[in-house]
């Protein structure tokens, strides 16, 4: 294990009405459930194929018993009134535990791989910072070797924004970028349709 890396999954609880609203619309509560479920397994076996340490950041309570086994994930509950507070106090947590790289991903892209986090992980090795672009304009991973709180403040989460918006402050901070192949994540019907997940 590499205790120079850190890994941050942020999740949400996977609870029936709670998850995947925008895609529960159209499919229903119990398919979208069903899907996130899917996600989150995939997620887990990402994580776990790459030399680091993790940590799943649940939105709600800790889970027991689920896709993040206990012996190869801390878990913890995410801490913070919206997605950058609580990023952000994730990361800062990581660098103040002696990490020296510190990659944050979310549970809603079926196509991340270990290679790819290995590849993010690389990246932070010549760059001061890496992020994987969303077709929707957010971003499914962001990871720094050097902590600029900025990175994650006065951005409109949930919208096209994000990651240009990142990538600006990024940038505007002097440090640079290394960019991943873009991926798509699944937020509504029409991204499942077109992932690998739509006959599931």
């Known amino acids: 294990m590499n205790k120079n890396r850190l890994i941050n999954v942020f999740v949400k609880n996977p609870r029936m009405g709670r998850v995947k609203t925008r895609l529960a619309a159209a499919v229903g509560d119990q398919r979208a459930l069903k899907v996130y479920d899917h996600l989150l397994k995939l997620t887990a076996a990402a994580a776990v194929n790459v030399q680091a340490n993790r940590i799943v950041l649940y939105s709600d309570a800790v889970c027991q018993n689920d896709h993040f086994d206990d012996a190869l994930f801390k878990k913890e509950v995410q801490q913070g009134e919206d997605l950058g507070e609580r990023m952000l106090y994730s990361v800062a947590n990581g660098f103040d535990s002696g990490y020296e790289q510190v990659v944050v991903i979310g549970s809603d892209c079926p196509d991340i791989t270990g ?19 969303s077709a929707d304009g957010g971003y499914y991973l962001i990871g720094v070797s050097v902590f600029e709180p900025e990175v994650f403040k ?44 739509s006959s599931g």
């Open 115 to 133: 290679e790819l986090l290995e590849q993010a992980f690389s990246s932070l090795n010549k760059a001061d910072s890496v992020i994987g672009p």
């Open 154 to 197: 006065d951005i409109a989460w949930s919208t096209p924004e994000v990651y240009p918006a990142t990538l600006s402050i990024l940038k505007k901070k002097g440090l640079s970028v290394a960019v991943l192949e873009e991926l798509n994540d699944i937020d509504t019907e029409e991204d499942l349709k077109r992932s690998r997940l």
